[in-house]
């Protein structure tokens, strides 16, 4: 019964991509009025559009809801399956014109991420899965790479962390640091098997991890916190002190150049 419960959430999941794609579809990247929310970052009408339609489709009743651009709503923490969504992860990728930004719907349950779907229609990208039925890219079955060495990896890292600096201990490290936006899409391209890793050592939400820690672990790979231990979802501050989705074979590794990275950063 659970197996086809949670079939049923998947298709809710592509069905509530289908109608935010097209959505995005009405706008060209690169040509959107955008405006500034506190914080100072950009918010534009396709967020406030998607957000509408993915709180319209997505949550049963019962269900809690926590997305970036809908105002917090207690009563989630006390459900026991919250939606947790990005409209537009990447807005200002998507104001810029630059294709990498998605949607991103995460469930949760009992603070666990069980499921989640992410999108880039700009790249042809849809990731969807579950940690039941695995991961699935466009369709057809994926999972993390399997490899079990750091040497040579492709990682998926921040821009504005490239720029502030924030990798320049890995320099001598052998691996490739390729800067890109949307911390969502680059988590999906780990579980998809497009690319090696990706790790954060800045502070996230909830809506911008659930949904590519729910498709990682689906997929064959670890994602966890700097302390080491994995992510809860569904808490009253939403904020992830940071982040890392990797395969599992160099998760040891990871964890240990993730604790120098921190360490720098917090004395510098």
């Not at 009025?33 to 406030?48: I, L, M, Y």
């Not at 201990?169 to 090696?196: N, Q």
Request: charged share 25%; net charge negative; glycine share 10%.
């Amino acid at each position: 019964m659970m197996g086809m419960d949670r079939m049923n959430d998947l298709e809710r999941i592509n069905r509530a991509l289908d109608e935010a794609t097209k959505v995005l579809g009405m706008f060209t990247p690169g040509r959107i009025a955008a405006s500034q929310k506190r914080g100072g970052d950009p918010v534009t009408e396709a967020d406030h559009m998607i957000d509408d339609i993915l709180r319209e489709m997505l949550p049963a009743s019962g269900e809690g809801w926590l997305s970036e651009e809908t105002v917090d709503d207690p009563r989630r923490l006390s459900a026991e399956r919250v939606w947790v969504v990005d409209p537009v992860d990447g807005t200002r990728e998507f104001v810029d014109g630059i294709p990498e930004f998605c949607i991103s719907i995460g469930l949760v349950e009992d603070g666990v991420a069980m499921a989640g779907g992410i999108a880039n229609p700009s790249m042809g990208t849809r990731v969807v899965g579950s940690l039941e039925h695995g991961v699935h890219l466009n369709g057809a079955p994926a999972c993390v790479r399997p490899i079990d060495s750091i040497e040579g990896i492709e990682v998926l890292c921040s821009r504005s962390e490239v720029r502030r600096g924030e990798w320049d201990i890995f320099a001598d490290h052998g691996i490739e640091c390729r800067p890109m936006g949307s911390v969502a899409y680059k988590m999906a391209l780990v579980a998809a098997g497009l690319t090696d890793a990706t790790w954060t050592p800045v502070p996230k939400n909830e809506w911008d991890v659930a949904a590519g820690t729910a498709l990682v672990t689906a997929a064959g790979g670890v994602v966890f916190l700097p302390d080491g231990s994995t992510p809860l979802f569904n808490r009253p501050d939403p904020r992830i002190p940071a982040l890392a989705a990797v395969p599992a074979g160099i998760a040891n590794e990871v964890k240990e150049m993730f604790a120098r990275q921190m360490d720098l950063i917090s004395s510098g």
